[in-house]
């Protein structure tokens, strides 16, 4: 696991910034604000300050936050019976060795026994119990006295208002916020326009602050151990004399909640392998947890031990904190993506800078809502804190403004739909499309009647708009059944744009499966992916056939894709079949289908039908504007026109590339090219070549 080494801080100004720097993070970190160094480089800090500290006892500064709870940055009114201290850090195997011998020595034997369970990633809390109710609730403070947050007892699960026993005692644990509870939440939040938390431990610590919301968000109360109050009577010896597994037990048996009914339940050990083991599992199963966990915490067992063990002024000597690699880390906002999903919700999505976080890595952020953004004062370039555990999707916390070079741009937000391009409703905190549901389906449409799919003139996104508005099409399968009358009847559609347009649409039911199946708008099947799919199989029947396995024959076809095309072409199964019905073409000109399974065959696909074709085992790559025969041609056409020779099309030249068509105002390509020795061939040159294939064109 990880060692986590302390930064070297070099003379006493270095020092002081780091005490300084350590405050601030400690105060905006306890005070429920957003953090301003992530735990890691925090940890890093203080390891930094101690050791400073330890070369130089005289020149201890009084903010240093070592040896503190809290390092020293909240404090309280209400005094604790017995301290609630913090806890000391391992980062390693070795380091928890070091430490277990340090503890044997202090008490002079073995520890007899261990217990290791969860560390609870929220706040820790005193709870006192009076006669068996619960009567009030306490922060932990500066260690010595906390606040009182009585005011939240309702919201936090795992705490009855009635114990099982009248008993008076005091429980300790932590508070927290389980994924669900965070993810409910900001949604309430947001709904009430307020800024949704960061990470849970955030959201807990603000809520357990909080009162007087008009809204209420719920926690949940996980104890870890409990101990007597003055008037706890013969309670007392007995909770002095159990060993702390017992103690849980015995707690969790009065009806209060504990993580035993988890899968990270505590356990009781004895050996340093077996704690090692412990520790292992707990961090294995961290990431399906429903809840946050930071590290996994080992406490000597039997209270014997833990009394000869003794606490400092900052954590008992009798347990230790192993932590886990932290959840948030710092990283960069490299753009914004705006998304339209099913109903029309524009959602921003960070496109970040790659970074680690807890063993995945993480390439994007949520943003909720274009508010969110502006409130958070994000721009692109900005070193930004994201957060990631276990199923919560990643997140941003905020920039880190200290990082700011100047350099930084402002996030740019759409003026339209950047799905339909139809107006925005910005009246609430969610942007949203104002075609709602059927924002999709324009887009879709508009796709698929697109130049580089079934290229209907004169079906621009306003027509569809149109068509979609008046109810003529839900898909684009309609288009080849709309009726001349009911085309007729909208607005701005005379005799001869009525005319144009069912033309255009006639001539589209022609067109070659290869833009057919592109005009389906599958995932991850573009212009060239869809036209080396339609010459592979040659019909849609076939292609509609194949599994996941024969798809992967396509070059550029892995296992995820055909699993994902497999999946989505099921979905788009009935508006297949209502372009068969419209008599829509489902062939692909000049293509063999691949020989029927077992029939055993020479070389894939390619190879089969590219044998005497005219740009046979050749790869072609287009550049400059073409003239003559080819000048009336797109270059989407003209990579079809290429791969019907039995070519390869590409759109950059290297080694590999046999021909470079260039045309006029050709530039780097040609450069290239000429450097390569790469033949050059001008277009009529190159139609020359191909003349065979170029009838079946258009
Ligand atoms: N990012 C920042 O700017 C920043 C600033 C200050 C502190 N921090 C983080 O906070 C840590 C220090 O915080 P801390 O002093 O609150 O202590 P801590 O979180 O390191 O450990 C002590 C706390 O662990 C909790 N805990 C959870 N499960 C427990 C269990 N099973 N048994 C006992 N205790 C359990 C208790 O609340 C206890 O008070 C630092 O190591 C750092 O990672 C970060
Ligand atoms: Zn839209």
């Not at 500064?61 to 940055?73: F, I, M, R």
Request: proline content about 5%; hydrophobic content about 40%; charged content about 25%.
């Amino acid at each position: 696991m990880t060692t986590n080494p302390a930064g070297v801080l070099a003379d006493t100004a270095a020092y002081a910034a780091a005490v300084e720097e350590a405050k601030r993070a400690a105060a905006a970190y306890y005070a429920a604000d957003e953090s301003v160094l992530d735990d890691d480089a925090y940890d890093r800090l203080v390891r930094g300050i101690a050791a400073y500290e330890e070369e130089h006892p005289q020149e201890v500064l009084d903010a240093s936050p070592t040896g503190k709870v809290a390092g020293g940055a909240v404090s309280g009114d209400v005094p604790h019976t017995v301290p609630m201290l913090s806890l000391d850090n391992v980062f390693s195997a070795e380091q928890f060795v070091t430490w277990t011998a340090s503890v044997e020595r202090r008490i002079g034997r073995p520890v007899a026994a261990w217990s290791v369970e969860p560390k609870l990633d929220g706040l820790a809390v005193a709870v006192r119990y009076r006669q068996g109710r619960l009567d009030r609730m306490i922060t932990r403070g500066d260690g010595t006295a906390g606040e009182d947050v009585s005011h939240a007892i309702g919201t936090v699960l795992g705490l009855p208002e009635r114990l099982a026993a009248p008993v008076t005692l005091e429980v300790r644990g932590e508070i927290l916020m389980t994924n669900e509870q965070f993810e409910q939440a900001n949604a309430v939040r947001t709904e009430h326009g307020a800024a949704p938390f960061a990470n849970p431990r955030n959201g807990a610590a603000g809520t357990l602050r909080a009162k007087d919301r008009p809204y209420r968000v719920e926690m949940t109360f996980f104890a870890y151990g409990a101990l007597a109050l003055p008037d706890s009577g013969d309670l007392a010896a007995t909770l002095d004399a159990l060993p702390h597994s017992e103690v849980l037990e015995y707690v969790a048996g009065l009806g209060v909640h504990t993580a035993a009914d988890t899968a990270v339940a505590p356990r009781t050990v004895t050996s340093v392998e077996e704690v090692q083991a412990g520790v292992e599992d707990i961090a294995a199963l961290r990431a399906s947890l429903p809840f946050g966990i930071d590290g996994i915490v080992i406490k000597a067992d039997l209270a014997a031990d833990q009394r000869d063990a003794g606490s400092g002024t900052r954590a008992p000597r009798w347990a230790i904190a192993y932590k886990l690699p932290a959840v948030e880390k710092v990283t960069r906002l490299l753009g914004v993506e705006w998304n339209v999903g099913r109903t029309g919700i524009i959602a921003p999505r960070a496109v970040l800078e790659p970074v680690e976080i807890d063993g995945s890595t993480v390439s994007y952020a949520t943003l909720h809502n274009p508010a969110d953004i502006t409130r958070r004062d994000l721009r692109l370039g900005d070193h930004v804190m994201v957060y990631k555990a276990g199923d919560i999707i990643p997140r941003i916390e905020a920039p880190v403004a200290h990082l700011r070079t100047g350099e930084e741009k402002p996030v740019e937000f759409p003026g339209v739909c950047p799905q339909c391009g139809s107006e925005i409703d910005m009246s609430e905190q969610r942007w949203r499309c104002t075609r709602g549901r059927d924002c999709r389906l324009v887009a879709s449409i508009s796709y698929a009647a697109g130049r580089d799919q079934l290229d209907i003139e004169g079906l621009g996104a306003t027509r569809v708009v149109q068509l979609v508005d008046a109810g003529l099409v839900q898909d684009f399968a309609d288009l080849f059944t709309l009726e001349r009358d009911r085309l007729l009847a909208l607005e701005r559609m005379g005799e001869t744009s009525t005319d144009n347009l069912l033309a255009a649409i006639e001539t589209a039911r022609t067109r070659p499966l290869s833009r057919v199946f592109c005009a389906l708008g599958v995932r991850g099947t573009g212009r060239s992916m869809s036209r080396r799919i339609a010459r592979h199989f040659a019909s849609m029947d076939r292609i509609v056939a194949a599994d996941a396995e024969v798809l992967q024959q396509v070059d550029g076809i892995g296992k995820e894709k055909a699993a994902a095309v497999v999946t989505e072409l099921e979905e788009l199964a009935p508006l297949i079949g209502k372009l068969v019905a419209a008599g829509v073409n489902m062939t692909e000109p000049g293509a063999t289908p691949p020989p029927e399974p077992g029939a055993a065959q020479e070389g894939g696909a390619d190879g089969r039908e590219a044998a005497g074709l005219p740009l046979a085992g050749m790869t072609v790559v287009v550049t400059g504007a073409m003239t003559g025969v080819l000048a009336e041609l797109s270059r989407n056409q003209m990579n079809e026109l290429i791969e019907r020779a039995g070519g390869k099309s590409s759109s950059s030249v290297s080694k590999r590339t046999s021909l470079l068509v260039a045309g006029e105002k050709a530039g780097s390509k040609r450069t290239k090219a000429e450097e390569l020795g790469v033949r050059i061939a001008a277009p009529e040159e190159f139609a020359e070549l191909v003349e065979s294939c170029l009838a079946l064109d258009m």
